[in-house]
């Protein structure tokens, strides 16, 4: 029986995997795959979740917006019910557009440059039970400084922050401008239950 793929953008756009990541990968068994948001047209093959994480998007928004058939196959991975966890920088893909260029329109915001979320690193609470937190787990993460949205959170956020509301909880999807270190637990969330590709 084949590994689950675990797709985790990188290129010029996004962050490499972490260490934490990718050992997280290892010790589900999983297989690890990169995809580049500039230049790829598909998803690695048998990608059962896709990973965005943060990085520096704005200066290679014109390419990651002409790569229209990559921006489709995201959407129909999403639309299939396959698990997406976009933190940091990488919500931006997922959002409208970012600096006036076309993305994948999953989320109802635009990004635009500037520093994101709130300063400094947070203490967060999981507002709805996720592809990688259960409703009330605690986590400690770090605000992206290198895009904003000019809307923050949605109906069902994905953290509450004190009084505050950030990030998106849907069906399969996570979506944050926080980003949590990765560890074997919130990996083995992420691919439980997750549709075979």
């Known amino acids: 029986m084949s590994r689950p793929v675990v797709a985790v953008a990188t290129g ?3 962050l490499e995997p972490s260490r934490e990541l990718r050992d997280a990968i290892a010790v589900a068994g999983a297989a ?9 047209a598909a998803l690695p093959d048998g990608a059962v979740a896709l990973v965005l994480g943060d990085g520096a998007p704005v200066p290679h928004a014109p390419a990651i917006g002409a790569n229209e058939a990559l921006r489709d196959a995201v959407v129909a991975h999403h639309r299939a019910g396959r698990r ?3 933190e940091g920088a990488g919500v931006a893909y997922l959002a409208t557009s970012l600096d006036g260029h076309p993305m994948c329109d999953v989320l109802p915001a635009a990004a635009r440059p500037g520093p994101g979320g709130v300063p400094g690193p947070v203490e967060l ?3 709805a039970d996720g592809p990688v937190h259960a409703i009330g787990q605690k ?3 770090r605000p992206s400084r290198a895009v904003a949205l000019d809307v923050t959170a949605g109906s069902q956020p994905a953290w509450t922050i004190g009084r505050d509301r950030e990030g ?14 990765w560890t074997p637990d919130r990996l083995q969330r992420l691919l439980e239950g997750a549709p075979v590709a």
């Open 84 to 86: 997406i966890v976009a």
């Open 139 to 141: 986590r400690i993460g």
């Open 12 to 14: 010029p756009a996004l």
């Open 32 to 40: 690890l795959a990169t995809v580049d948001l500039t230049t790829d």
């Open 125 to 127: 609470m999981a507002a």
């Open 168 to 181: 998106w909880a849907m069906p399969g999807l996570h979506a944050s401008l926080i980003v949590v270190p």
